[in-house]
Every structure is written in structure tokens, then in C-alpha cells.
T-cell receptor
Framework: QKEVEQNSGPLSVPEGAIASLNCTYS??????FFWYRQYSGKSPELIMF????GDKEDGRFTAQLNKASQYVSLLIRDSQPSDSATYLC????????????FGKGTRLSVIA | ETGVTQTPRHLVMGMTNKKSLKCEQH?????MYWYKQSAKKPLELMFV???????ENNSVPSRFSPECPNSSHLFLHLHTLQPEDSALYLC????????????????FGSGTRLTVV
């Protein structure tokens, strides 16, 4: 079983809709969860992180974490064409500064 | 200058060449990383330096050799590479915290696009 799994997509949504990106992880000891956005030809940039079960909102972005189900998601409300990118889920297993494990990423395409 | 800077942005090298990638961070972080990103694969961790000490070498071939002279600089020395080593090489930094569980994630550099011919 892969450590961090994401559907590679592409996920296509119309402009203004909600985009829902999902990620599952295998290690129950995982503590910290991150979403990175990567535009084509660019490096990943951090957009959200979450540690506790439940929802965390930041502007149009909401991260949701369910540790019992080993599932983390990212919702993007009012999707814009500029949100079109690959979204990487990353997990770190323990407290402190252990290396992040990344999923392959989900490519999102927002259609104007 | 702020953030994480990588040079060069693009590099084409022959299999017999020796070259080095450079990474510099201006964030006051004390941990630095090399990742390899190939098409349709997850980011692969190569090396981790925490407080200038290598703490992880993720089974990387010896033709890749890292160097971390201080907490702000990280190098990746390359020699006798293979065409399958062509990829985007990303440097990242973070703040290593001994206490509590807070990890604010990494800041990535722009990457070096490496082509081995």
C-alpha cells in the first residue's frame, strides 16, 4: 500500500464550483497534514496545513481531516481558472521535524 | 533576498560531466532537504540535513553527493549521471523544532531542471 494516495485526475470543475480533492494515508501515527499547490513548471507552494480532526478554513480553502478514516481533503470554493494546478498532499508521521511524504498529486482544471 | 534560492534553473550535462546544484535559504531555518521530482511520480526524498548534520540518506546512488557547509547552504554534487536521472531537483527548508509537534511544512526553491544526455 502506498503511503499517501491521491487520484491523479485530471479533475475538471466549472468556474465558480467547489473543487474537492482527496487524500488517504497509510500510517496511523501521522500527525501533520499539508496541501501544496504546484503550477506547471514551478515549485510546490504551501497553501494549508492541519493537525486536528475537523475542518480548517482559510479564505476559499477548507482542509478537512478525519484521522479515524485516515483521510484528508481540500475543498476550494468558488473555483477560478487560476486555481488550475496540481495539488500535492503531504503527511509527516511523527511529531517534530520528520521528512514529509508526498502523494503523486491531483491535477485540477477549472474551466471558464 | 528572501526565501529559498536554487541555481542553476536549468542544467544539461553529459554522462561523464561533474556539476553541482546550489541551494541557499534566507529564512533562518535549520533543516534542508533535496527532493527529486520525476514525471508521474511522487516527490522522492533524497537527503535531509538538520542542524548541518545529514540525518537521512534515502538509498540514493553514490553518483549524487550532498554537502551542507552551514545551515543556509546546501549543495548536490553530480557525477557520471544516467539519463534516468533527468528530473526536477527541488531544495526545501524548514524549522526543526525539538519540542511540541508543530511542523509548518517546507518552503521550496524554484528547482533545477536537469537533463542528462
Amino acid at each position: 500500500q502506498k503511503e499517501v494516495e491521491q487520484n491523479s485526475g485530471p479533475l475538471s470543475v466549472p468556474e465558480g464550483a467547489i473543487a474537492s480533492l482527496n487524500c488517504t494515508y497509510s500510517d496511523r501515527g501521522s500527525q501533520s497534514f499539508f496541501w501544496y499547490r504546484q503550477y506547471s513548471g514551478k515549485s510546490p507552494e504551501l497553501i494549508m496545513f492541519i493537525y486536528s480532526n475537523g475542518d480548517k478554513e482559510d479564505g476559499r480553502f477548507t482542509a478537512q481531516l478525519n484521522k479515524a478514516s485516515q483521510y484528508v481533503s481540500l475543498l476550494i470554493r468558488d473555483s477560478q481558472p487560476s486555481d488550475s494546478a496540481t495539488y500535492l498532499c503531504a503527511v509527516n508521521k511523527e511529531t517534530g521535524n520528520t521528512p514529509l511524504v508526498f502523494g503523486k498529486g491531483t491535477r485540477l482544471s477549472v474551466i471558464a | 533576498e528572501t526565501g529559498v534560492t536554487q541555481t542553476p534553473r536549468h542544467l544539461v550535462m553529459g554522462m561523464t560531466n561533474k556539476k553541482s546544484l546550489k541551494c541557499e535559504q534566507h529564512l533562518g531555518h535549520n533543516a534542508m532537504y533535496w527532493y527529486k521530482q520525476s514525471a508521474k511520480k511522487p516527490l522522492e526524498l533524497m537527503f535531509v540535513y538538520s542542524l548541518e548534520e545529514r540525518v537521512e540518506n534515502n538509498s540514493v546512488p553514490s553518483r549524487f553527493s550532498p554537502e551542507c557547509p552551514n545551515s543556509s547552504h546546501l549543495f548536490l554534487h553530480l557525477h557520471t549521471l544516467q539519463p534516468e536521472d533527468s528530473a526536477l531537483y527541488l531544495c526545501a527548508s524548514s524549522q526543526d523544532r525539538d519540542t511540541l509537534f508543530i511542523n509548518y511544512g517546507y518552503t521550496f526553491g524554484s528547482g533545477t531542471r536537469l537533463t542528462v544526455v
